[in-house]
């Protein structure tokens, strides 16, 4: 266990933030037409078996982070080669983040902002409160998961007026290949980046099953995605919704209550913020911890700007516009699987063997 501590109830915040931290804006599939609330559904289920699988490495090693996994489990070079990849993937996660959310507030808010103004606000932010522990990422994501959720229900509610019920049938007519297509992208893009997360659970006080945290955040996270995903639908109809690429922004944009309360679009601006901020956090503490350890720096503080100023860097170059932003998901689910799935799955078969040795060990 580390010295900075988080509480089991503030690791399932930051799980849920972490989860909602781009899915959120990103355009839905449009050969889904008005069934893309259930793909959220079908990603959710199709990902059990792989939060089953960082459960267990997290329960086998209580207090550990996931580098110092690596190095008991594999030795000191195997171990760091591995952190490597870890800290190369949540280096490129974070980039993802830095461009996605630029993009989105250039858009959306600040056509003439500079990108790197953007990304220099961001990354001053995200650093200064990474270097203030890992329980500072935990206590804000407390705070910010009651706003975020009860503006989720604010949107609903006065956005009730406006809905169509017609717009959602017929239910389920979309082709299930193509629907399950549509999930197999979003275990990627949203909850298979959930292994991110892996280090802080080794900060958590007091987590007798780490299993349980991760689902709470889980179903949270999908409730809101399926809650929202109706709301577009019910307010824009599928036409309509198929013409933008931030439809929960287009959906907000004609609320209103009465004449006083309008542009109810600024509560999208707000959760972009505040989500986006706390996967930025989440990343840039995997990358920063990582080569903390990969390099045996004395304070993992050394590490922070070095590895956000490579992610704004990396995110300077990934991709020009949004339409590349959207099309670059179907090519990233195949390049997350490395990291989401397969080595974890190494991992946990190293671990499980260790843990069978020591077990055996003790008996004789």
């Known amino acids: 266990m580390t010295d900075h501590t988080i509480t089991d109830r503030q690791m399932q915040c930051v799980v849920t933030l972490f989860l909602l931290g781009s899915l ?11 069934d893309s609330w259930a793909s959220f559904l079908i990603a959710a289920v199709i990902i059990l078996p792989i939060i089953c699988v960082y459960s267990r490495i997290v329960y086998l090693y209580p207090g550990q982070n996931i580098f110092e996994v690596l190095t008991k489990i594999f030795g000191n070079i195997a171990g760091k080669i591995l952190s490597f990849l870890m800290v190369l993937y949540s280096i490129y996660l974070g980039a993802l983040i830095f461009k996605n ?8 808010n600040l056509p003439d902002m500079p990108e790197i103004l953007i990304f220099t606000f961001l990354l001053l932010a995200s650093s200064f409160s990474v270097a203030n522990g890992p329980e500072n990422i ?12 009860v503006s989720i229900f604010a949107t609903v509610i006065i956005g009730f007026k406006d809905m169509n019920f017609n717009n959602i ?15 197999f992208t979003l275990c990627a893009v949203s909850f298979g980046e959930i292994v ?27 409730a809101i995605f399926i809650i929202v995903s109706l709301r577009n639908i019910l307010i824009l109809g599928t036409p309509s919704e198929d013409m933008f690429y931030f439809p929960s922004y287009e959906a ?3 609320l209103s209550v009465g004449d006083f309360l309008t542009r109810m679009e600024a509560l999208i601006s707000a959760n972009l913020v505040m989500a986006g901020f ?27 700007i070095p590895c956000g100023l490579i992610m704004i860097t990396l995110a300077g170059l990934l991709y020009s516009n949004t339409l590349q ?33 020591k077990t055996s060990s003790a008996a004789t």
Do not use: H, W
Request: glycine content about 4%; hydrophobic content about 50%; aromatic content about 12%.
């Open 24 to 34: 959120i804006l990103v355009g839905y599939n449009k050969e889904l037409n008005q």
């Open 196 to 222: 991110v997360c892996l280090p802080l659970f080794a900060s958590v006080s007091s987590l007798t099953n780490p299993l349980k945290t991760f689902l709470k955040g889980i179903g949270v996270a999908t």
């Open 169 to 183: 049938k017929p239910i389920l007519n979309t082709d299930f290949k193509i629907m399950l297509n549509e999930s």
């Open 138 to 149: 935990g206590r804000l994501s407390k705070y910010i998961q009651p706003i975020f959720v």
């Open 101 to 108: 959310f630029s993009q989105a507030i250039r858009i959306l």
């Open 252 to 254: 907000l944009s004609v």
């Open 278 to 304: 706390i996967k930025i956090c989440v990343c840039l503490y995997m990358a920063s911890l990582g080569l903390t350890k990969i390099l045996n720096f004395p304070n993992q503080k050394t590490a922070i």
């Open 325 to 357: 932003m959207i099309d670059f998901v179907q090519f990233y689910r195949y390049y997350a699987i490395p990291f989401q799935i397969i080595l974890p799955l190494v991992i946990l078969i190293g671990a499980e063997i260790q843990t069978r040795k």
